[in-house]
């Protein structure tokens, strides 16, 4: 049936529509950036101009489904659907299948060189394992499914809001804009680079034992095996063979002294993780909370290479709206700088991210916000609240985006992991 209502210059058509084509019509129009009335007219424009019916499509369980055609497209549906005697149901279903068919889910864009992404900060505590799992999760996430992801203007809101007290403790009363967009369904190694383990226990994987192989071992170039082995999957059912993670040993304690005596030791990291990166599109290393040899390792392993474009590689910071992050962001960048200096390479910052925020904390809070967001290079590319959903998945060792998919933590991580890629 159709009726008057109209969006534009269409009239609104009800029908049904299996929930299985709905979803997959829903989710390849997300993939194509049109709108799902836009594949449905295209597909019943095809479908009409066939010599015959194509072969029949399984309609159980079909529910409603409305759209808006253009005007007359759907009384010529009706006909053609009668002078091939199927149902307007069995014709529809039809259509759509033959839409998607034209129409084959694109390919993911593979980087030509892997991303290699450090997460850091001289100091603890800022959240930095949340960040490396919620981003690394979040590129991970099926291209084939779609996500609620949050408006780039819901975070610049967020932003000019932090001007003053009121108007960032109003912002962050009011529900983030979302849309939902398909996954990135790129390929992701999370390494835990921090003796503490804290990745690794995160996301329910076990630390590697003291007297075995690990990455310290095979940067202290001393390998007991191929660092492959020790990479495991992380929550299969839901990211699929696309999330891995290479856990932490105790062992990384002494890798400052180990590193010590090895030759070239800014390329320790580099050449230990090289013969893993042709299965990866992005590798992001949960940097120790450090200023020493594994720093200046884990920065250089971040350079830009050769034919890289800029803002691909590089440092993502994470701090929190308080004092002493911006202390320990000065220590940081200090760091970094002299080692683009002395060695003569280009290491790029892509963002500052600041995690843990709560408005609700006063001045001091929306204050060192707005310091933040005044820095404008490198600039705030995520704005991450502190709230449950977070300590919850850290307790129940599960990843963020699966445990709690739709909390406003998950949205932000989404949104930056687009900001950086």
């Known amino acids: 049936m159709s009726s008057p209502a109209s969006s534009g210059d269409r009239d609104k058509v009800v029908s049904k529509l299996p929930g299985r084509l709905r979803q997959d019509l829903k989710v390849r129009a997300a993939q194509h950036g049109i709108e799902i009335q836009a594949a449905v007219e295209q597909g019943i424009r095809e479908w009409c101009a066939l010599a015959s019916a194509t072969d029949p499509v399984d309609t159980a369980g079909a529910d409603s489904f409305s759209t808006f055609l253009p005007p007359g497209q759907w009384e010529t549906f009706r006909k053609v659907a009668a002078d091939r005697n199927v149902s307007l149901i069995q014709g529809l279903a039809q259509s759509v299948t033959l839409w998607l068919d034209s129409n084959p889910a694109p390919d993911v864009e593979r980087p030509s060189v892997t991303r290699r992404i450090i997460v850091c ?27 609620a992801v949050r408006v780039a203007k819901a975070l610049a809101k967020a932003l000019r809001a932090s001007d003053s007290q009121g108007d960032a403790e109003e912002a962050a009363d009011e529900p983030l804009e979302v849309e939902n967009l398909p996954g990135l369904g790129m390929r992701v190694l999370l390494v835990d680079f921090d003796p503490q383990c804290h990745l690794t226990n995160q996301l329910g994987a076990v630390p590697l034992p003291m007297n075995g192989d690990s990455l310290t071992n095979h940067m202290a170039g001393d390998p007991k095996g191929d660092l492959r082995d020790l990479v495991v999957p ?73 034919g890289e474009k800029t803002g691909q590689s590089g440092a993502l910071i994470v701090v929190q709206a308080e004092d002493s992050s911006a202390d320990a962001y000065e220590l940081l960048t200090t760091q970094i700088d002299d080692l683009r200096d002395d060695l003569q390479i280009d290491i790029d910052y892509l963002g500052i991210v600041v995690n843990l925020y709560d408005s609700r904390r006063g001045y001091i809070a929306t204050s060192s916000l707005q310091g933040w967001v005044d820095i404008k290079d490198p600039r705030v590319v995520g704005l991450i609240g502190d709230l449950k959903e977070q300590k919850e998945a850290v307790r129940m060792k599960q990843p963020l985006l699966s445990y709690a998919p739709k909390s406003q933590q998950a949205i932000g991580m989404r949104a930056l992991a687009r900001e950086i890629s």
Do not use: W
Not at 235 to 260: I, K, M, Q, Y
């Open 121 to 147: 900060n001289q100091k603890g505590g800022v959240g930095k394992t949340a960040i490396t799992a919620g981003v690394g999760e979040a590129l991970a996430e099926s291209q084939n499914a779609l996500h």
């Open 234 to 306: 992380i929550a299969e059912e839901t990211f699929g063979d696309h999330l891995h993670l290479l856990p932490a040993c105790n062992d990384a304690f002494l890798l400052d002294v180990r590193l010590s005596a090895v030759r070239a030791r800014e390329a320790a990291l580099e050449r230990a993780l090289a013969p893993l990166e042709p299965d990866y599109d992005v590798i992001i290393v949960d940097c120790p909370p450090s200023l020493g040899l594994s720093m200046d390792a884990a920065a250089y392993y971040s350079r830009r290479r050769d």
